[in-house]
């Protein structure tokens, strides 16, 4: 982030070259790639309440019930005017869906972006934007209701850099036997939305929703502090990275990788890529069911099991929280699998994609026939957290395919533009079915078509899918073998990333 030095500096022989700095002994005890770890739990927890915080200060920002809340709503009749309810529920849906829009086409620019100034540059950027623009929020929602959406697109366009910023920079940084344990880090966005409910709670009760976006703004402002001074595109290029480590990443990730920095993105080949549009349709499902919860839950939550605003930010919430658990318990799982050798990669892929997509496509089709909420909720749990099993499957696939500098974030970008449509497609579909929302028949249609979705979107991945490298990934000769599941020893001296 705002930095000139964003894009690798590569010398003759193609390996970037490492600068020298002062040494810091205390933060040599903590390894880089651990750091690196936390950057992108945090960034993507910060980033994921930042983009839902909306959802929950839109309720005091459009509301006209007379209440104890209405010292909080003064911004209301400027934001809506003096629409009627149909008009207002237009608006509210227009707020909430353009943040998706620029979101789903800015997955390409973001992979055009990281090839040419480096995640630090990308990631840091638009962790920036999307800051600048919550802090801006309150002001203006006073001005026009325009404004917001205005605020909102660019928050989507500036979140949508995220993704393939941050897949480009694994391929340098992570052994492959490590890899599905670093994915779980992107799993910081499922803790962001946990925190998100009980947070924006308190805030709207006890400050008002403008302290909404001020504190959401705010934690994202000092998050790219952190990011500026302690990230790095590259292992050489970090300054406080111990020889062991710098080392032992050299030696299992493949030199191919740190020579393909200037190699050119083969962008007509991903397009037509079977692997990779595979990875983008069972992803596709997965979003969709996963979505269901995110942005549906609290509605069924309240209208058909009754239960209080209080409990139902917490039910709502908890499920997400338990998923990053559950995301490292099935990455670390996963790891294992590749190191001893007990499934290739490819079988190890499919298997967690499977648990992520058939497992909860069949619970939460069973959702809508449970009549004992003791049961159901359990049920509700355990489909959330078995959607986060992806992050050992199809999401870490990405970078198996292509893990070049840059390619890997390309490969994303095409299957985020593909994927993340279900983001803004489940929200509208469940809005056709779902006319009133204490209507459990109507429920049991929604889930009925999400189990339908979720399960015949990874018979694709099954057939197509493939964790072996793509022949468009290597454009340059090499000697070093890259065979599928190969994994070189780990110096003792090192200490594991988890």
């Given at each position: 982030?705002?930095?000139?030095?964003?894009?690798?500096?590569?010398?003759?022989?193609?390996?970037?070259?490492?600068?020298?700095?002062?040494?810091?002994?205390?933060?040599?005890?903590?390894?880089?790639?651990?750091?690196?770890?936390?950057?992108?739990?945090?960034?993507?927890?910060?980033?994921?309440?930042?983009?839902?915080?909306?959802?929950?200060?839109?309720?005091?920002?459009?509301?006209?019930?007379?209440?104890?809340?209405?010292?909080?709503?003064?911004?209301?009749?400027?934001?809506?005017?003096?629409?009627?309810?149909?008009?207002?529920?237009?608006?509210?849906?227009?707020?909430?869906?353009?943040?998706?829009?620029?979101?789903?086409?800015?997955?390409?620019?973001?992979?055009?972006?990281?090839?040419?100034?480096?995640?630090?540059?990308?990631?840091?950027?638009?962790?920036?934007?999307?800051?600048?623009?919550?802090?801006?929020?309150?002001?203006?929602?006073?001005?026009?209701?325009?404004?917001?959406?205005?605020?909102?697109?660019?928050?989507?366009?500036?979140?949508?850099?995220?993704?393939?910023?941050?897949?480009?920079?694994?391929?340098?940084?992570?052994?492959?036997?490590?890899?599905?344990?670093?994915?779980?880090?992107?799993?910081?966005?499922?803790?962001?939305?946990?925190?998100?409910?009980?947070?924006?709670?308190?805030?709207?009760?006890?400050?008002?929703?403008?302290?909404?976006?001020?504190?959401?703004?705010?934690?994202?402002?000092?998050?790219?502090?952190?990011?500026?001074?302690?990230?790095?595109?590259?292992?050489?290029?970090?300054?406080?990275?111990?020889?062991?480590?710098?080392?032992?990443?050299?030696?299992?990730?493949?030199?191919?990788?740190?020579?393909?920095?200037?190699?050119?993105?083969?962008?007509?080949?991903?397009?037509?890529?079977?692997?990779?549009?595979?990875?983008?349709?069972?992803?596709?499902?997965?979003?969709?069911?996963?979505?269901?919860?995110?942005v549906n839950g609290p509605t069924f939550i309240g209208n058909v099991l009754k239960f209080n605003f209080e409990t139902n930010g917490f039910i709502s919430g908890m499920p997400f929280i338990c998923s990053y658990i559950s995301s490292v318990f099935f990455?670390?799982?996963?790891?294992?699998?590749?190191?001893?050798?007990?499934?290739?990669?490819?079988?190890?892929?499919?298997?967690?994609?499977?648990?992520?997509?058939?497992?909860?496509?069949?619970?939460?089709?069973?959702?809508?026939?449970?009549?004992?909420?003791?049961?159901?909720?359990?049920?509700?749990?355990?489909?959330?957290?078995?959607?986060?099993?992806?992050?050992?499957?199809?999401?870490?696939?990405?970078?198996?395919?292509?893990?070049?500098?840059?390619?890997?974030?390309?490969?994303?970008?095409?299957?985020?533009?593909?994927?993340?449509?279900?983001?803004?497609?489940?929200?509208?579909?469940?809005?056709?079915?779902?006319?009133?929302?204490?209507?459990?028949?109507?429920?049991?249609?929604?889930?009925?078509?999400?189990?339908?979705?979720?399960?015949?979107?990874?018979?694709?991945?099954?057939?197509?899918?493939?964790?072996?490298?793509?022949?468009?990934?290597?454009?340059?000769?090499?000697?070093?073998?890259?065979?599928?599941?190969?994994?070189?020893?780990?110096?003792?001296?090192?200490?594991?990333?988890?």
């Amino acid at each position: 982030m705002l930095n000139s030095r964003g894009s690798n500096s590569v010398p003759q022989d193609g390996v970037p070259s490492r600068r020298v700095f002062p040494s810091w002994h205390l933060n040599d005890k903590i390894p880089a790639r651990l750091v690196l770890y936390f950057l992108s739990w945090s960034g993507f927890l910060v980033s994921f309440m930042m983009r839902n915080d909306m959802n929950f200060a839109l309720v005091a920002m459009t509301s006209n019930r007379n209440s104890t809340e209405s010292q909080y709503l003064n911004g209301s009749q400027t934001i809506l005017g003096s629409g009627n309810e149909d008009q207002i529920s237009i608006v509210k849906s227009v707020i909430i869906s353009s943040f998706y829009w620029c979101y789903v086409l800015s997955q390409v620019v973001g992979g055009v972006a990281t090839e040419l100034f480096g995640t630090k540059c990308v990631f840091g950027w638009s962790q920036l934007a999307t800051a600048l623009c919550s802090i801006l929020m309150p002001l203006a929602a006073r001005l026009h209701y325009i404004a917001v959406i205005v605020l909102r697109s660019l928050q989507g366009f500036a979140s949508g850099l995220t993704w393939p910023a941050m897949y480009a920079i694994v391929g340098y940084w992570i052994p492959l036997t490590e890899r599905s344990r670093f994915m779980s880090s992107f799993q910081g966005f499922s803790i962001g939305i946990g925190l998100t409910y009980p947070l924006c709670g308190f805030i709207l009760s006890e400050f008002g929703w403008p302290y909404v976006f001020y504190t959401t703004g705010t934690l994202g402002l000092g998050w790219c502090a952190l990011w500026y001074f302690l990230a790095f595109n590259t292992p050489q290029e970090h300054p406080r990275i111990t020889e062991e480590e710098l080392n032992y990443i050299e030696l299992n990730v493949s030199k191919e990788i740190n020579n393909a920095s200037k190699v050119k993105v083969p962008w007509l080949q991903i397009f037509s890529s079977l692997p990779a549009w595979a990875i983008a349709i069972t992803t596709f499902g997965r979003i969709y069911v996963h979505y269901i919860f995110i942005v549906n839950g609290p509605t069924f939550i309240g209208n058909v099991l009754k239960f209080n605003f209080e409990t139902n930010g917490f039910i709502s919430g908890m499920p997400f929280i338990c998923s990053y658990i559950s995301s490292v318990f099935f990455c670390y799982i996963a790891d294992k699998l590749i190191l001893h050798k007990i499934l290739n990669l490819t079988n190890v892929r499919k298997l967690f994609t499977a648990i992520s997509q058939i497992i909860p496509g069949i619970l939460i089709y069973c959702i809508g026939y449970i009549d004992s909420v003791h049961i159901l909720l359990p049920i509700w749990f355990m489909a959330v957290i078995f959607i986060t099993a992806s992050y050992a499957g199809a999401m870490a696939n990405i970078i198996d395919l292509a893990p070049n500098f840059g390619h890997s974030a390309a490969v994303l970008a095409f299957c985020q533009t593909i994927h993340m449509s279900a983001s803004f497609i489940s929200p509208l579909t469940t809005g056709f079915i779902v006319t009133r929302e204490d209507s459990i028949d109507q429920w049991r249609s929604v889930f009925g078509v999400s189990a339908i979705i979720s399960i015949l979107t990874y018979l694709v991945y099954q057939i197509f899918g493939t964790a072996e490298i793509q022949s468009w990934n290597k454009e340059f000769s090499t000697n070093v073998d890259l065979d599928e599941g190969k994994v070189l020893s780990k110096p003792k001296e090192t200490i594991s990333l988890i």
